[in-house]
């Protein structure tokens, strides 16, 4: 397995545009979870879905902030407006439950915003 | 104060030396989870404990649910063992929400 896919790798937009993130969970895994990481705040989950329907969104910043998961191979994590403090690597993680609970990670999304 | 503390933040290490990285938490747990972060910012789980000890290779990784603390620990250190290890808890049953600490820097010197 390819393992967890996220595009693109790295971004730079300005100000005020949308931004589309997106992530190819690993096949047969039913949860799939979006993390933020700053120098400030460190790493820090922002929703996870469990069988393409999202479970906790608690930690979505604000409205500018929505993810959907439309099928089991896909999600997306929209920002718009995009701000500088938007700033940030942006994880995607799955995962399946069956007693290690183990997380596999993507190698992120490096988000500059201008 | 954060629910998940973790110490020391930077740690500086010969080769060879038995490695100890800590994390308290201060909330109710129902399992924590140790991640290894790469350099070049890839991320890892290294374990999944709901309780007892667990062993993978040179890692170990410990827990005392009644202290609410858990333990790293990495035998025999070697350069690339280089990483920011993460300690992250999961709160509530049945929710699978990570709460994370601010990870501990491990330099391993040759």
């Known amino acids: 397995d390819a393992g967890v896919i996220q595009s693109p790798r790295h971004e730079v937009t300005e100000m005020g545009q949308e931004v589309t993130l997106r992530c190819k969970p690993i096949?047969?895994?039913?949860?799939l979870f979006w993390y933020r990481q700053t120098m400030m705040r460190g790493l820090e989950l922002l929703i996870y879905?469990?069988?393409?329907?999202?479970?906790?969104d608690s930690g979505m910043p604000e409205d500018r902030f929505s993810a959907k998961m439309p099928n089991a191979s896909f999600s997306t994590l929209k920002i718009q407006p995009s701000e500088p403090r938007d700033s940030a690597v942006y994880f995607c993680?799955?995962?399946?439950?069956?007693?290690?609970?183990?997380?596999?990670f993507g190698p992120g999304t490096r988000l500059t915003v201008l | 104060k954060n629910e998940v503390e973790q110490s020391p933040q930077n740690l500086t290490a010969q080769e060879g030396e038995f490695i100890t990285i800590n994390c308290s938490y201060s909330?109710?747990?129902?399992?924590l989870h140790w991640l290894q972060q790469h350099p070049g910012g890839g991320i890892v789980s290294l374990f999944m404990?709901?309780?007892g000890k667990k062993k993978h290779g040179r890692l170990i990784a410990t827990i005392n649910i009644q202290e609410k603390h858990s333990s790293l620990h990495i035998t025999a250190s070697h350069p690339r063992d280089s990483a920011v290890y993460i300690c992250?808890?999961?709160?509530?049953?049945?929710?699978?929400?990570?709460?994370f600490g601010t990870g501990t820097r491990l330099t391993i010197i040759p």
């Open positions: 879905f469990n069988n393409n329907v999202p479970i906790d």
């Open positions: 993680a799955s995962s399946w439950i069956r007693g290690d609970n183990e997380q596999f």
């Open positions: 909330v109710g747990i129902s399992a």
């Open positions: 096949s047969g895994h039913d949860y």
């Open positions: 404990l709901s309780s």
């Open positions: 992250a808890v999961i709160k509530d049953f049945g929710n699978e929400k990570l709460t």
